[in-house]
């Protein structure tokens, strides 16, 4: 553990890339682990205060695990853009819990996070304990897509971090504009990185083709099948205020088809709320300690 409060490990995926990932708290944590799963072109560091929060809390300590994927922070970029792919993810995903000797967690899941974790409701059911979703959920809001696809690959180069963080400012004011100038620089050294002394951004820019082969005019799929795969946990739906991505009818029905699902608007957020704040925080582990206890019971 360096003074960050993490270990950064690597995990060799299937085809032999390198994935990073962000391991806080003790690795012997009898509490029952945290597993954190990002935006699309999002990295481990969005849940750094979070983590640090649940891995040394002082009553009970537990191990968190937050994911680059492949193509984005330190994990390798892919020679082939096509497998920056939710299947693919989803593979790397349990390799990494493989890897990691974590056979079930509480699984907090923003955007792309949460539809990763829905795959995995699927695919290995009993490894999934609870479930935070970030402003997503089974119905996805074109508009939020096609606002995320006008960026992701296409944000001009900062020369330094507080230019990046009023280059995200201009962008995103409407989706939060209570943020401070403190805290559009986090979102701006969370979004760019210091690459050969030329700041760039934290993910491969090739991302974009998967978003521009979506095609935004044909209906998307709906996912209520997975979300009801969760049923038997205990679940904690939050949605920005101002989310393009999530709509609130989306956001009830979720609290109407499952038997625990806490709901939670942000207000002056926008895609996706920021999850560091003591509000959220405690919000989030009182998700945990109640997973823990359905799990232990």
């Known amino acids: 553990m360096t003074d960050t409060g993490f270990t950064s490990r690597f995990v060799t995926a299937r085809d032999g890339l390198k994935l990073h990932l962000r391991d806080y708290g003790p690795l012997a944590a009898t509490a029952l682990p945290v597993v954190c799963l990002p935006g699309l072109a999002r990295t481990a560091a969005d849940f750094h205060e979070l983590a640090l929060a649940l891995a ?19 994990s390798e970029y892919d020679r082939d853009w096509k497998n920056y792919d939710i299947r693919v993810e989803l593979d ?63 944000l001009p180069a900062p020369r330094s971090f507080s230019e990046g963080a009023e280059i995200l400012k201009r962008l995103s004011d409407q989706q939060f504009p209570a943020l401070g100038d403190a805290e559009w620089e986090v979102m701006a050294r969370r979004t760019w990185t210091d690459r050969d002394g030329s700041l760039k951004p934290d993910y491969d820019i090739r991302l974009l083709k998967g978003l521009e082969a979506l095609d935004l005019e044909a209906p998307l799929p709906v996912l209520w099948v997975y979300f009801d795969a969760l049923k038997a946990v205990p679940m904690l739906a939050i949605r920005g205020g101002n989310s393009d991505l999530l709509e609130d009818k989306t956001l009830l029905e979720m609290a109407e088809r499952h038997p625990d699902c806490e709901i939670y608007t942000a207000p002056g957020q926008g895609h996706a709320p920021l999850l560091g704040s003591k509000d959220m925080i405690r919000r989030i582990a009182k998700l945990v300690a109640r997973a823990e206890r359905r799990a232990a019971g």
């Open 56 to 74: 040394q809390d002082e009553t009970k300590p537990r191990r968190v695990l937050a994911l680059d994927y492949r193509g984005r922070g330190l």
């Open 92 to 154: 790397d995903l349990m390799q990494v819990l493989v890897a990691t000797g974590i056979d079930e967690a509480v699984f907090v899941g923003t955007s792309r996070g949460g539809l990763l974790t829905m795959a995995l409701a699927v695919a290995r059911p009993a490894t999934i304990r609870g479930v935070v979703f970030n402003d997503v959920g089974p119905v996805i809001d074109a508009r939020g897509l096609l606002r995320i696809r006008g960026y992701v690959g296409k």
